[in-house]
């Protein structure tokens, strides 16, 4: 069997067509592909505004800056998730506060985070950042009233769940990143995200202000609204008013991201199915600890199971040529956060979480075969 990783891009030959047509064209950045991509990523999404960037990390960056997170601040986000989405705090100079998960939906736990508003009495907690960890999309409308019982702002880290939404309590799905409940959502196109540009980020939100701030911020701080220049109002002139970055996505990227964004849906009903195969069979497995649920809205970016025997399980399938992987080493424990504090023990379901969990194989090209090979190989495993 040829190698199977836990997640892998889909590249057609429309999306290389896509890419060779600006390669021909005028423009390989800040072209019509960015604003055609950021105009489609919104629609696809629900929300008013999008703001195509480098990657996914540039986006949290920006959400940062553009909240205005400084030192002193204190901001809450989970351990399981990728380190970008607390790193984006320390690149401003805030401080994380790290908050357990609930063990059945591997989500930041909102009575959590309630605790932690609640005994601080002077107001350091500034913001939240929830992440819909392998595509699990958190209730953001519970997040939202919590938050606003407090004064805090809620950055959606969405890179799992493209597509993926939550039931509101009017029975209404809520898309990720629609902006609805969250100030700001960030989105990444890594390859082994849903949507691939080789790298990018977007950025999306209902918010004009943070908006024209974040287009901003983007190109060095450079105002981009002609009629808020201050000093002169000349064809060539150009006024940088704060200090921002270079995190301009290529045309290039727009194009490849643009093409996949067209098969978007089809890949969620792939990934849907091979997550319900998981499901169905490991759920009367009494190996089986806990897995990834079978609900409404999942995006299932990764699919999850816990397992006792994890580290031999993960090398027994390595020698298959089947890469599953660990999501995640959890951020508190990081020797870079362990320097704040942070220690083991601090974040029982976390820990107990990552001591058991692999990610298995689920992306829309993998093959019935690929996945019944998988299946058959764990079963053999936990029957030796
Ligand atoms: C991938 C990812 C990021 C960072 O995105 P990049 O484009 O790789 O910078 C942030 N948060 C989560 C949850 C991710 O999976």
């Not at 580290?311 to 399938?317: F, I, P, R, S, V």
């Not at 959890?330 to 220690?343: A, C, E, Q, S």
């Amino acid at each position: 069997m040829k190698k199977i990783p836990y997640g892998r891009q889909n590249i057609t030959d429309e999306d290389i067509s896509a890419v060779v047509e600006v390669l021909k064209s005028d423009y390989l950045t800040q072209g019509p592909k960015i604003a055609e991509f950021e105009e489609d990523f919104a629609a696809y999404v629900g929300s008013k505004y999008a703001v195509a960037v480098s990657n996914g990390t540039a986006a949290l960056h920006l959400n940062a800056m553009a909240l205005g997170v400084k030192p002193g601040d204190k901001v809450i986000t989970t351990p399981i998730t990728f380190v970008a989405s607390a790193n984006c705090v320390r690149y401003c100079g805030g401080e994380l506060i790290f908050a357990d998960i609930d063990p059945d939906t591997y989500l930041l736990d909102i009575n959590k985070v309630r605790e932690l508003l609640e005994k601080d009495t002077d107001k350091e907690i500034k913001g939240i950042i929830p992440v819909n960890f392998a595509g699990r999309v958190v209730d953001m409308e519970a997040f939202r009233v919590l938050a606003d019982e407090y004064g805090c702002w809620i950055i959606e880290d969405a890179c799992h769940s493209p597509g993926g939404y939550f039931i509101n309590s009017k029975g209404k799905k809520v898309r990720s990143g629609s902006g609805r409940y969250a100030d700001l959502a960030i989105f990444s196109f890594h390859p082994v995200k849903h949507i691939a540009a080789g790298e990018g980020g977007m950025i999306t939100t209902n918010d004009e202000e943070l908006y024209k701030k974040i287009l901003n911020l983007r190109t060095h701080g450079i105002q981009q609204d002609f009629s808020k220049r201050i000093y002169d109002d000349s064809l060539w002139y150009y006024e940088m008013q704060e200090l921002g970055y270079n995190y301009r996505l290529t045309d290039i990227q727009a194009a490849l991201g643009l093409s996949q964004l067209k098969r978007a849906d089809e890949g969620l009903v792939r990934r849907k199915e091979i997550a319900a195969t998981y499901y169905n069979y490991f759920k009367n497995k009494d190996y089986v600890k806990g897995q990834s649920k079978v609900i409404e809205g999942h995006a299932y970016h990764l699919y999850v199971i816990e397992v006792e025997q994890r580290k031999e399980l993960h090398a027994y399938l390595r020698d298959l040529n089947i890469y599953a992987q660990i999501h995640y080493v959890p951020t508190h424990l990081m020797p870079y956060y362990r320097d704040f504090g942070w220690k083991e023990g601090d974040l029982p379901n976390a820990e107990a979480y990552y001591g058991r969990c692999i990610s298995l194989p689920v992306f829309p090209t993998l093959t019935q075969e690929e996945q019944e090979f998988v299946i058959e190989k764990i079963d053999v495993f936990f029957k030796k």
